[in-house]
DNA sequence: GTATTTTATTTACCTAGGTAAATAATAATT
DNA sequence: AATTATTATTTACCTAGGTAAATAAAATAC
């Protein structure tokens, strides 16, 4: 395998696993932590809402939000159409989610900190086009 | 989240399913390929030679092999220490696995291909400049 | 107005990563 | 030599991604 690729699959695993330990605190995974974040900033969404924007599937999101629901940080609700379910904050979830987005805030800094503003512009650009390049590749 | 790590992830994510729907042919997996290539490299190996190889954690390696075992791909045989197994190529394995190489070149060099050797490089370094970066977030 | 199709979610099951603890063989201590 | 510690692998179980198919509600077609 190019050694690019490896890098490149092997620090997303270490990005992971670290974000695992410092949400750990929390009682929370990365993924759980992804889909309160969402929630945070787009308001309550159907679970079709959260995986077109999280570009996950949708088995995906459904045990997520079910999980996030057993651990009382959010709740799901009917939506107008009765297919779909709103998910949104509990009260409980709404009051604990500052101190997660701090400690992960924290978190990223720390990755973060030794990129100055054109280092973290190159990246995110090579790392979009490598991303563009993947649909070039259809069956 | 920094937007730049959800395109990380999101990049990943998308290397990977396109890798496996590449893989689909030859009836693998992306991580069952990852070790196929790893003992064409490196020769046989033990389970500890390959997950410290990988940087993956043991089990992992141990269910993939299994896997690799069941489907006629590797083999194990018992090493002169007799805790540790050694992982080697079947015959099938090894007559079936130079059309998979040539598969993976040529979906790698289709991702690749619009990046020049500069660009290859700056991606690496700035990767593993932020690979580096997670060794300072110990608990 | 009924039948069909589409859409939202879920269920079942696969790979793929992780941790913690069990087991068995080897190495080290005493 | 017997005990203890270390090492290699495995088992059990968690999160986290995927696909395929089932279900139920809504939208569309006829």
Chains 1, 2 share one sequence.
């Not at 690729?5 to 929370?28: A, G, V």
């Not at 959010?74 to 987005?101: N, Q, W």
């Not at 054109?118 to 090579?126: F, G, K, N, W």
Request: proline fraction near 3%.
């Amino acid at each position: 395998m190019n050694p690019l690729f490896h890098e490149i699959f092997q620090t997303t695993r270490d990005i992971t696993n670290k974000l695992n330990s410092c949400l750990k605190e929390h009682d929370l995974y990365s993924s759980q932590w992804t889909i309160l974040y969402t929630i945070n900033k787009n308001g309550p969404m159907s679970l079709t809402d959260i995986w077109k924007y999280l570009k996950v599937e949708a088995p995906t999101v459904t045990r997520t939000v079910a999980r996030l629901e057993q651990l009382d940080w959010i709740v799901r609700t009917e939506g107008e159409d009765r297919r779909e379910k709103i998910v949104s904050f509990s009260e409980e979830g709404k009051k604990k989610f500052p101190a997660v987005l701090a400690s992960v805030l924290r978190f990223e800094e720390g990755l973060i900190e030794t990129f100055n503003d054109e280092e973290q512009q190159q990246l995110l650009e090579l790392i979009c086009k490598l991303k563009g390049r993947t649909n070039h590749w259809e069956i």
